[in-house]
């Protein structure tokens, strides 16, 4: 681990093979790049501090960048302890970014990254999930006073903020970048759709040609998952309780059906709902030998992993499938 008060990264060396993949984001990103140009002589953001929690990729060090170029100071940490590109995390930290990432952190790592991004005493944050926010109204509340607002992607984090906005316990304004027609329309629809399968064929190699694919929710990135499963050639199973949604996807094709009917067709499963508790202990037990389980929110709530754990045989070898598989 390489860390001085204004980084921690896991090795800053990579930083030259994070140069290069930043320079093919930064050349298959033209919108950010039109709105850098122009940042750079209105300078919009001048005098802000901005602490970000979003996934530390190739792709968000092009949006820190632009940040950067529209005059506000940054200090950042991933949002997920998976996603972290870490030759990305040194070439952030290289140019002089205040950058608090690795891959593969523990959760008290996660929030040890996040509490360093608050030391500068941000005015805006910036959010994939919540965390960061929720971390301002609760541990570090003594952050919240100076922060003017916020942002949030995530349709599992803008579930949180909006439970908490209703119970009046959210301290500054919080944009629902989820809500945007770029974001729920194409990005979670085409974007989530291809990555999550290609996250399943890359931790399984399983053909999904043939197979049975569940997916849980039939909203934006539901939508997306189901569209890219047919393609594959599965058979595409959406379970879905909300009965506008259920008819849409009867009208596009697909079979649907409860939960509790599905896990017994299955031979994989995708939750795409950003609720809780969406396959718990009864669908585990009804399930096909061999069924793949995964999760394309932004939190493993939706599959009850304790339940899981309880029905497992070998607790050693389901925790070594589980992290493979992530």
Known sequence: MDKTDAYTVADISLAEAGALRVDWARARMPVLAALREDAEKTKPLDG???????????????????????????????????STQD????????EGYSIHAWHGQSVEDFYWCID???????????????????RVHGEKSEYAEGVIGGTEE??????????????GDLKYPVIAVNDAITKWDFDNVYGTGQST????????????AGKTFVVAGYGHCGKGVAMRAQGF???????????????????????????????????????????KDVIVDRHFASMKDGAIISNTGHYDC????????????????LEITMLNIL
Do not use: Y
């Open 48 to 82: 802000m501090k901005v602490a970000g929690c979003l996934h530390v990729t190739k792709e968000t060090a092009v949006l820190i960048e632009t940040i950067a170029a529209a005059g506000a100071e940054i200090s950042w940490s991933g949002c997920n302890p998976l």
């Open 87 to 94: 030759d990305v995390a040194a070439w952030l930290a290289n």
């Open 116 to 134: 360093r991004t608050l030391e500068f005493k941000p005015t805006l944050t910036l959010d994939d999930g919540a965390d960061l926010i929720v």
């Open 154 to 167: 995530t349709t599992t984090g803008v579930h949180r903020l909006r439970a908490m906005g209703k119970a």
């Open 197 to 208: 399968i290609d996250g399943i064929v890359r931790a399984t190699s399983v053909l999904i």
């Open 233 to 275: 050639g599965a058979n595409v199973i959406i379970t879905e309780v909300d009965p506008l949604p259920a008819l849409r996807a009867v009208m596009d094709g697909f079979r649907v059906m409860k939960m509790d009917e599905a896990a017994k067709l299955g031979d994989i499963f995708c939750t795409a709902t950003g609720m």
């Open 302 to 317: 939706e599959i009850n992993i304790e339940d899981l754990k309880s029905q497992a045989q070998a607790q050693e070898r």
